[in-house]
């Protein structure tokens, strides 16, 4: 019988050992016994640790409340050790990113108190100044602070350079990067200085294609309104797309989806190449024909993964895949 079995192959699945000691690497190895989703996170260690090898040329794509939910020292330690070579984030990521390296503070909150709906629990939060993210609160004060911290040490180097038709949003996110790495050092600020501020100090690009989209984009647009200041937003265009145009391989580690997820991947598009290996963190189906829940493999019909690329995606909390995934791959590689 098993003679005909084409489909079929001789593999049991193993039983997943989970023992006091253990450290992240051998647990991801242990995942590798099992099947459902623990042998997919088994595999996006596998691929990750191929890409974070110094010849392959890394891109970051960051989507989600992924810096005010607790992730910015794992994005932040993995550029300092050389393992990006390109960031694709949010407004909204470098906006909290920020405000954590000039002092400010996310908190643990609750989505509704007791005794209280969800609408009633966030009504009381407004009435007290507060801003929810699910289960983070941010004091609304924190971003008055931002918006001095912009005034005061990014925006006036830029608007001097604005003369010839704007900068480009990747210089902007490289000022940032510089004045929350000095503010922090000057301040004396207990928190790490962040994911600006590490690309920054490591000549990473950090690159923001839908700044307009958070509160750094409408300050960024406030202050435009009064000054020479200007974002050219097809700038970055060159400078991403040479960097996947000269790479002898890419590999892509996209956290969540939207704008920084599509960015990441369609800089292959006017490359002769395309991704070798790419790893996708997501909770977006596939199902709705949305970008953000699109498989890798139709990536690769859109020839923006090779062929023979290796690629997995992990359908879970990024909060949860992210930190496990990084730590599994990095035992590995150092």
């Known amino acids: 019988m098993s003679d005909d079995r084409e489909a079929f192959d001789h593999d049991p699945v193993g039983h997943s050992e989970a023992r006091a000691g253990m450290t992240v690497g051998e647990l991801a190895?242990?995942?590798?016994?099992?099947?459902?989703?623990?042998?997919?996170?088994?595999?996006?260690?596998?691929?990750?640790?191929?890409?974070?090898?110094?010849?392959?040329?890394?891109?970051?794509?960051?989507?989600?409340?992924?810096?005010?939910?607790?992730?910015?020292?794992?994005?932040?330690?993995?550029?300092?050790?050389?393992?990006v070579d390109a960031l694709v984030t949010t407004g909204a990521n470098l906006t909290h990113d920020s405000i954590e390296a000039i002092g400010g503070k996310h908190?643990?909150?609750?989505?509704?108190a007791e005794g209280m709906t969800e609408r009633e629990h966030?009504?009381?939060?407004?009435?007290?100044?507060?801003?929810?993210?699910?289960?983070?609160?941010?004091p609304q004060e924190h971003f008055a602070l931002f918006e001095?911290?912009?005034r005061d040490e990014v925006f006036p180097v830029l608007a001097e350079e604005s003369d010839d038709g704007?900068?480009?949003?990747?210089?902007?996110?490289?000022?940032?990067?510089?004045?929350?790495?000095?503010?922090?050092?000057?301040?004396?600020?207990?928190?790490?200085?962040g994911v600006a501020a590490a690309a920054y100090e490591n000549d990473v690009p950090i690159y923001c294609p839908a700044v307009q989209d958070s509160v750094l984009g409408l300050q960024s647009w406030m202050y435009s309104q009064t000054?020479?200041?200007?974002?050219?937003?097809?700038?970055?265009?060159t400078q991403i797309t040479d960097i996947a145009y000269e790479a002898d391989e890419a590999g892509a580690l996209?956290?969540?989806?939207?704008?920084?997820?599509?960015?990441v991947l369609q800089t292959m598009l006017v490359s002769p190449d395309a991704y070798d290996y790419a790893v996708q963190l997501t909770m977006d189906p596939p199902q709705t024909g949305g970008l953000s829940g699109a498989t890798l493999e139709?990536?690769?019909?859109?020839?923006?993964?090779?062929?023979?690329?290796?690629?997995v995606s992990v359908y879970a909390d990024a909060t949860i895949t992210f930190p496990l995934v990084v730590a599994a791959a990095r035992e590995r590689v150092e």
Do not use: C
């Open 122 to 138: 966030d009504e009381q939060l407004r009435d007290e100044g507060v801003d929810r993210i699910y289960n983070v609160y941010l």
């Open 166 to 193: 704007g900068v480009s949003i990747q210089r902007l996110t490289e000022e940032l990067g510089r004045a929350n790495s000095e503010v922090n050092e000057r301040e004396d600020v207990a928190e790490d200085p």
């Open 298 to 311: 139709e990536a690769r019909s859109w020839g923006k993964l090779e062929t023979d690329a290796r690629n």
């Open 254 to 263: 996209v956290v969540g989806g939207g704008v920084p997820k599509n960015y």
């Open 148 to 150: 001095s911290h912009l």
């Open 29 to 83: 190895d242990e995942y590798g016994d099992a099947g459902v989703g623990a042998a997919t996170v088994h595999e996006a260690v596998d691929v990750t640790a191929e890409m974070l090898r110094d010849d392959v040329t890394t891109f970051l794509g960051l989507a989600g409340a992924m810096v005010p939910t607790g992730m910015r020292r794992i994005v932040s330690d993995l550029i300092r050790d050389g393992h």
């Open 227 to 237: 000054s020479d200041f200007t974002l050219d937003a097809l700038a970055d265009m």
């Open 107 to 112: 908190h643990h909150g609750e989505t509704h």
